[in-house]
């Protein structure tokens, strides 16, 4: 059973799906989570879940390593093997990444390389793009730069308001992740030359598609 670290800032609705999967047959056990923020409902829903859940402030460390050293430590403290941060809102910086090499993944709203950074769902309404959705990614020190996993796919309506998009890309997330979880502690995901090579289970694809996509036919606003 390979044990995953979730990081996290906010609600954490990506951890509860992965939560939820490991729950069943699933080759992963969520062996600790970390928030940064101390409100965050992530770590209410770690505890409910019995799992350990661990503030650790990003603030008042003297530097961004020693805040990084404490995260490793603590992830290591939990026999950690993959990192998944799932809404964590800190840049994390080569120094750490080299003691987690290629074992870190990210999951954004956004259909990358397009809209990377904050809010890449008012950024997709402000484009005007007529498909959303959301990408894991290994992370890597850029912003949402890293070696891209798999794609999962929505409609926008024209008329939809941030909260309507950013709902719709949400459900999508909760199916993509631990879909991408799972890739990676059966040790089917690796990045060779820069790419993320999967090697797929029978069933499986890199992208998944809302079913109302293929539905939807927006008609302007
Ligand atoms: C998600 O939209 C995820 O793609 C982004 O941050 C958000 C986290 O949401 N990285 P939640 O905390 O999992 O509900």
Redesign the pocket.
């Known amino acids: 059973m390979t044990q995953v670290g979730v990081l996290?800032s906010?609600?954490?609705?990506?951890?509860q799906a992965l939560i939820d999967a490991c729950c069943g047959d699933f080759p992963a056990r969520i062996a600790v989570v970390i928030s940064n923020k101390k409100e965050a409902y992530?770590l209410e829903r770690a505890r409910a879940a019995g799992i350990p859940a661990i503030h650790i402030p990003h603030r008042g460390w003297g530097s961004r390593a020693a805040f990084e050293s404490k995260l490793s430590e603590t992830l290591r403290d939990h026999g950690v093997e993959w990192v998944a941060?799932?809404?964590?809102m800190r840049i994390l910086s080569p120094a750490f990444l080299r003691e987690w090499p290629w074992r870190v993944l990210?999951?954004?709203?956004a259909l990358l390389p397009a809209f990377p950074g904050i809010d890449?769902q008012a950024q997709a309404l402000a484009a005007g793009v007529r498909i959303a959705g959301?990408s894991v990614h290994f992370v890597d020190s850029g912003t949402d730069t890293g070696p891209i996993v798999a794609q999962a796919a929505t409609f926008v309506n024209p008329t939809d308001s941030r909260e309507d998009l950013?709902g719709r890309?949400?459900t999508m997330?909760h199916k993509l992740y631990p879909m991408c979880l799972r890739m990676a502690v059966e040790g089917r995901l690796q990045v060779k030359d820069g790419a993320a090579k999967v090697d797929l289970a029978p069933g499986e694809a890199l992208l998944l598609v809302d079913p109302a996509l293929l539905a939807a036919q927006p008609r302007g606003a």
């Open positions: 996290l906010g609600s954490g609705t990506n951890l992530g941060c799932a809404g964590f990210n999951i954004h709203p890449g959301a950013l890309i949400l997330e």
